[in-house]
């Protein structure tokens, strides 16, 4: 039987837009009938605006047990770009422009599940604004986990990267960004964000299955790169990495003097941190991150990098209706 996705089942999911902040605001949304409610938030990507497209697999069926809103950051998908185009990708611009969208649309208090940069999103809302969130997943979030970030005073530092010990220099670099992009940066090598080839290559190097880079989801990406990769390369491209290098842009993960991992003690919420085997963001961050977190669970899915959700998408769907639909 055919996994049901956004793609097949255009029936079971709607496209909407609402104003946050200002901002013509994009989302999917999906089981509309029930009473439980979360909001997706992702992750980055943003040289290609990659959005809500990237829940495919996973909104239509857990629209069936779960009010899914599947949100469109700012500087991505359909929703505008942020009026101060220096802030294109910036964490906490986008997570206060949720905030927005929350209020907007009335769904406080509401469930979120924020993958990555979507994980940091939520994890600042769920501190600054309790009174919005009611139960929290974060999803492979390196960058609440602060992976392949030092901490003050830390010395050499050793993580486990898909089965492999690994040493890290403390500025964010991992592994895999050698393969992806221009050294002492997180920005794509060329032909990365504007070809079909490129875009599968940068893609896949975020999970297990390759396969789940599909032809449909190709298109979709092109679309994206067609209207976002320009401007992200006019105003985070080769001049904003040589002024700032990867500790000027790993600052934009820090609030109130600290980095936000050193913040999630004060989570008051049920909160689950989902994370993949071989995540290419390092399984020992997770793991710390989750025994930071007061009240939370921790499941590890095998067979599993950074995209979980495209990786194991029906163990995904399972656990999160399973944790946010539970007393």
């Given at each position: 039987m055919e996994r049901p996705t956004i793609f097949n089942s255009p029936d079971k999911w709607n496209s909407r837009?609402?104003?946050?902040?200002?901002?013509?605001?994009?989302?999917?949304?999906?089981?509309?009938?029930?009473?439980?409610?979360?909001?997706?938030?992702?992750?980055?990507?943003?040289?290609?605006?990659?959005g809500n497209y990237?829940?495919?697999?996973?909104?239509?069926?857990?629209?069936?047990?779960?009010?899914?809103?599947?949100?469109?950051?700012?500087?991505?998908?359909?929703?505008?770009?942020?009026?101060?185009?220096?802030?294109?990708?910036?964490?906490?611009?986008?997570?206060?422009h949720v905030i927005s969208f929350i209020e907007a649309l009335d769904l406080a208090p509401v469930n979120l599940i924020g993958q990555s940069q979507g994980g940091w999103i939520v994890t600042y809302i769920t501190i600054k604004r309790p009174d919005l969130v009611k139960k929290l997943i974060l999803v492979?979030?390196?960058?609440?986990?602060?992976?392949?970030?030092?901490?003050?005073?830390?010395?050499?530092?050793?993580?486990?990267?898909?089965?492999?010990?690994?040493?890290?220099?403390?500025?964010?670099?991992?592994?895999?960004?050698?393969?992806?992009f221009e050294p002492g940066t997180m920005m794509p090598k060329e032909g990365l964000t504007n070809t079909r080839e490129g875009l599968r290559k940068y893609v896949g190097a975020f999970v297990y299955n390759k396969d789940m880079v599909t032809e449909e989801y190709l298109d979709h990406l092109m679309e994206l790169s067609a209207r976002w990769n320009d401007l992200y390369m006019r105003h985070k491209g080769k001049e904003y990495w040589a002024k700032n290098g990867m500790q000027g842009a790993s600052e934009m993960y820090y609030f109130d003097g600290a980095h936000i991992r050193d913040h999630v003690h004060k989570i008051s919420v049920p909160t689950l941190v989902m994370w993949g085997r071989n995540s290419n963001k390092g399984i020992d961050p997770g793991y710390d991150l989750y025994k930071s977190i007061p009240n939370a669970q921790m499941h590890i899915f095998d067979k599993a990098s950074h995209f979980i959700w495209l990786d194991q998408p029906e163990d995904f769907n399972n656990l999160a209706t399973w944790f946010l639909g539970k007393e």
């Open positions: 837009f609402v104003t946050a902040d200002g901002y013509k605001t994009h989302y999917i949304e999906a089981g509309e009938d029930n009473p439980e409610r979360v909001v997706m938030c992702h992750g980055g990507a943003n040289e290609i605006g990659m990237r829940w495919y697999p996973n909104i239509v069926p857990l629209g069936e047990h779960l009010h899914v809103y599947a949100v469109d950051e700012l500087g991505h998908g359909q929703t505008d770009p942020p009026r101060n185009l220096d802030d294109l990708g910036h964490v906490r611009v986008r997570a206060d492979d979030s390196g960058s609440t986990a602060g992976s392949g970030i030092r901490k003050p005073g830390e010395g050499r530092q050793v993580i486990e990267v898909d089965g492999q010990q690994v040493e890290v220099d403390g500025s964010g670099d991992l592994p895999y960004f050698k393969d992806v």
